[in-house]
């Protein structure tokens, strides 16, 4: 089974200093057709201008990953984590029984262009954590983050059933992955590509269900993020 989620489809709110696109509902834009796939509850495409940021607020029993296109990010929580995100990098918060954090573009002058993906956690209550990684700079598929208790070299361990990995493909390159769990869902960060059939180019996504091999064909130079979930 596939669902398409075009990039011009998606829920799209503009509050002068955050235009913000997404793919399933969340907070005043609701969509009962896309609600979540899987454990992927919530992603969203930020556009932060100079300067501004999300204030300090609360999260709970949630597992968050950002993910910087480009600009940078301040992050500072309750945990007493305070960090810079840049392209290239991997961060994670499990929210757990409850975190403060806030978000920040520290740039005078260049927005700061993100992905905010929420998963939803296996267990409730838990101890909050942080980490935060380095992605790698070669092209390829590379796991970013896996479950808790799996092995991964600088792999962000969470608490769910979910491997995340990012792709970096240059135009006219072509290869298969037998997918782990039940549900996939594809995040298109930029260039176009086939997958099993369908065109999906930058801004879409693509759920995935019940498939046993997942085909891509890149067209263009390609960069895109994959969610494999088990779900029972």
């Not at 392209?87 to 920040?104: D, I, K, N, T």
């Not at 070669?138 to 970013?144: D, Q, S, T």
């Not at 792709?167 to 769990?181: C, I, Q, V």
């Not at 180019?201 to 693509?206: A, E, F, P, Y």
Request: net charge negative; charged share 20%.
């Amino acid at each position: 089974m596939y669902l398409i989620r075009r990039c011009a489809d998606r829920g799209f709110r503009d509050h002068g200093w955050l235009q913000t696109y997404h793919a399933f509902s969340f907070g005043d834009y609701v969509d009962p057709q896309w609600r979540q796939f899987g454990s992927l509850r919530v992603l969203n495409e930020d556009f932060v201008q100079p300067g501004r940021g999300f204030g300090t607020h609360p999260h709970r029993d949630m597992e968050i990953l950002t993910y910087i296109m480009s600009g940078s990010l301040e992050h500072q929580d309750s945990m007493e984590n305070g960090t810079q995100i840049k392209p290239g990098e991997m961060q994670y918060m499990s929210a757990g029984h409850g975190v403060l954090h806030s978000e920040f573009n520290p740039s005078s002058q260049t927005p700061v262009h993100l992905l905010q993906i929420w998963l939803l956690p296996n267990i409730r209550g838990a101890e909050p954590r942080y980490d935060q990684i380095s992605l790698r700079e070669e092209k390829g598929l590379h796991l970013v983050a896996v479950p808790e208790g799996n092995k991964g070299e600088n792999t962000i361990k969470l608490r769910t059933n979910a491997w995340v990995y990012e792709g970096r493909f240059l135009a006219s390159e072509s290869f298969s992955y037998k997918p782990k769990g039940t549900h996939q869902w594809i995040h298109i960060v930029e260039g176009k590509l086939m997958l099993n059939g369908y065109e999906l180019d930058q801004g879409d996504g693509m759920g995935i269900q019940e498939e046993s091999s997942l085909y891509f064909s890149v067209s263009g130079d390609s960069t895109f993020l994959l969610f494999d979930m088990e779900i029972s």
